[in-house]
């Protein structure tokens, strides 16, 4: 017994020293050591972290703020992602039941007869019977980490699933944004085509009182016909689209088109594209951005693989035990002589097995490395796409002043054009060219304005803004 001991503490000892060389192995960086210290584009951003997430309530607009709740009670995404959320929890817990022993009972009735004519001899037949009740234990004692580590990255997984939830969180409220950004513009653009055909109809009017007067052909009037009806054709196609995005947004918040088209269809003013962008600085992102934290578990997890391959060098020890009782009759059960048990403590190690285990831990050592290179692939993505919306929306607001510029033109070139030709000093064309510029002018305006707020939108998406991130992960 005394051997027996010094030996179990040699082997513990020896595994301790090899589980502490092989740690030192792990990598213990992963992201790169240079990052930008700050955006391309920063007149329109300040770079400090938002006090509140919720950035869609810098647009000061009810309705978005209404849609947004909904979606974030209702939208079946959310809900699987919560599911998944509570499935990685369970497998925590069922990683932890390592750490306890297996006991299971039985009980039951045994007959048997034994043959005795198996020998030279015949001798009559045995037969046995009796009653048996007992409990069986197995226990690996988690001496050598296998079990710890194993928990580790059910742990790291559990904060992936985590992360993964942030990811559909922000993907949901930018979603939502983008969509309603899109309805207010059309609704814009349809408010614009019907004014248009008001003044159009007007010009309709004045060809058809001059061609009465004999002051114009009645070219003039087919003119200001086609132009009115060219921009009449467009409504069918704008209320359609209308119609379509309000079916997109029932579907984010979770309802049927039926419930919300009554509120929706009313027009209501795109929110003010002009904002002040909170964009914090590049190395913010790594705490901020919901892909980026999930490939920072998934790392963890890779990283605790490698640590369970490792630990499948190392020995194993358990114990198993019983204890029962057996007694040809049921009275007898709890008699004296009646007890039995056994108790076997086993320290078992592989010392060969093909080179499997050095395969399993060369494969886990280069996932991890692939999730290294993938992280740090991630963080520069991250970078790049903040960089882009800043730019994109910068460009759009110079665009904007621009356009306010050829619109106001347009208008004044139409005005010039329609008091000429009331007074015979020009031809009806020049009235026509000012009528569709103007048109398409103002609609240039509302595209650039409602692509300005998508890309407010995009730029809040790209550095992960619209969840909480307190109570991300769970203690290592």
């Known amino acids: 017994m005394k051997y027996t001991n010094l030996f179990v503490a040699f082997v513990v000892l020896c595994s301790a020293f090899i589980i502490k060389a092989q740690d030192k192995q792990l990598p213990n960086a992963y992201v790169r050591d240079s990052l930008p210290e700050s955006w391309q584009m920063t007149r329109q951003c300040y770079q400090t972290l938002p006090t509140n997430d919720a950035w869609w309530q810098i647009f000061n607009d009810s309705t978005l703020n209404m849609l947004i709740t909904k979606a974030v009670a209702n939208n079946y995404n959310v809900a699987a992602a919560m599911k998944r959320i509570e499935m990685a929890d369970k497998v925590i817990k069922e990683a932890r039941a390592g750490y306890f022993p297996t006991i ?22 045995i037969k046995d019977s ?22 580790k990255a059910k742990k790291a997984a559990y904060n992936a699933s985590r992360a993964d939830y942030d990811a559909v969180m922000v993907s949901l409220c930018a979603n939502v944004a983008t969509a309603y950004m899109e309805l207010r513009m059309c609704q814009e653009e349809l408010a614009v085509a ?34 009115l009806y060219n921009t009449q054709s467009s409504l069918p196609g704008l209320k359609s689209q209308i119609k379509t ?25 795109m929110p003010n594209y002009r904002q002040t962008v909170a964009a914090g600085v590049p190395s913010d992102l790594l705490r901020r951005r919901p892909d980026i934290v999930e490939a920072e578990m998934q ?27 057996s007694a040809h009759k049921v009275d007898d059960l709890f008699g004296d002589h009646s007890l039995t048990y056994s108790i076997a403590p086993q320290l078992s190690w592989t010392l060969f097995d093909g080179l499997a285990r050095n395969y399993r831990t060369a494969e886990a050592k280069l996932q991890l490395e692939a999730a290294v290179d993938q992280y740090n692939l991630t ?32 208008e004044k070139s139409l005005n010039l054009a329609v ?11 020049n009235v026509v060219d000012g009528q569709m510029n103007w048109l398409e002018s103002q609609n240039t305006l509302v595209t650039l304005e409602g692509r300005a707020l998508s890309t407010l939108v995009s730029i809040y998406q790209a550095l992960g803004g619209g969840w909480e991130a307190a109570s991300q992960e769970i203690d290592k």
Do not use: C
């Open 194 to 227: 019907n004014a248009h055909i008001a003044s159009q109809d007007q010009i309709v009017k004045i060809t058809e009182a001059r061609f009465e007067a004999q002051l114009a052909s009645m070219l003039d009037v087919t003119q200001a016909r086609i132009v």
């Open 379 to 410: 963080v520069m993505n991250a970078v790049e796409e903040v960089d882009n919306a800043l730019i994109k929306y910068d460009s759009t607001l110079a665009s904007i002043e621009l356009q306010k510029k050829v619109v106001e033109q347009s």
């Open 104 to 125: 299971s009972i039985a009980g039951g009735w045994n007959k048997a007869q034994q043959s005795g004519v198996t020998t030279k001899n015949v001798v009559p037949a």
């Open 245 to 269: 995005l309000i079916n997109s947004l029932s579907i984010l918040i979770g309802e049927y088109p039926g419930e919300t088209a009554m509120w929706l269809s009313v027009y209501g003013q």
């Open 130 to 151: 009796y009653f048996s009740l007992g409990a069986t234990m197995n226990w690996e004692i988690d001496v050598f980490g296998r079990i710890r580590e194993n928990v």
């Open 419 to 429: 008091d000429l030709y009331k007074t015979g000093l020009t031809e009806f064309s």
């Open 299 to 325: 790392l963890a997890e890779y990283a605790a693989n490698v640590g369970i391959a490792k630990k499948d060098f190392l020995p194993t020890l358990a114990l198993t035990g019983s204890i029962g009782t």
